[in-house]
């Protein structure tokens, strides 16, 4: 899933981890609806701007971890430079290319770390 107010980002990141063979679950360009489609779709990955409207990365993801404790949080920002605490790694927006490969070595983290119990497919 990818949350962010840009909608041009949004649509490029959304074209990239398609053209990688994710699958883009959802899209978010607030805080609230970032809950909202979390929900809804569960999706493996959120990755979610540090500064939205509303709510922001930091409040949304505290909400998303409650109702989809397993889906991985990956902030995504032009000014941070490193993970800040409430996101399980850190995507730089000006670097899109990058992010498919961060996600696929998300993807191979131990089971333990994903927080799963089961194999299920990576979506976005």
């Known amino acids: 899933m ?8 949004r649509i490029a990141l959304t074209m990239m ?7 883009v679950v959802g899209e978010a360009s607030d805080g609230f609806e970032a809950v909202e489609v979390t929900e809804r779709t569960q999706p493996a990955f959120v990755i979610i701007d540090q ?3 509303g709510r922001d990365g930091e409040e949304a993801a505290a909400l998303i971890r409650e109702c989809a404790p397993g889906s991985r949080i990956v902030a995504s920002s032009g ?11 850190f995507a730089d927006k000006t670097d899109v ?8 070595r998300l993807w191979d983290d131990p089971p333990e770390l994903r ?3 089961s194999n299920p497919q990576p979506t976005g």
């Open 17 to 23: 981890l398609e053209l990688e063979r994710f699958e």
């Open 2 to 9: 990818v949350v962010d107010d840009d909608e041009n980002f």
């Open 79 to 89: 000014f941070l430079r490193s993970t800040p605490p409430w996101a399980d790694a």
């Open 51 to 53: 500064m939205l409207p």
């Open 115 to 117: 927080g799963r119990d």
């Open 97 to 104: 290319a990058a992010i498919p490969k961060l996600l696929r």
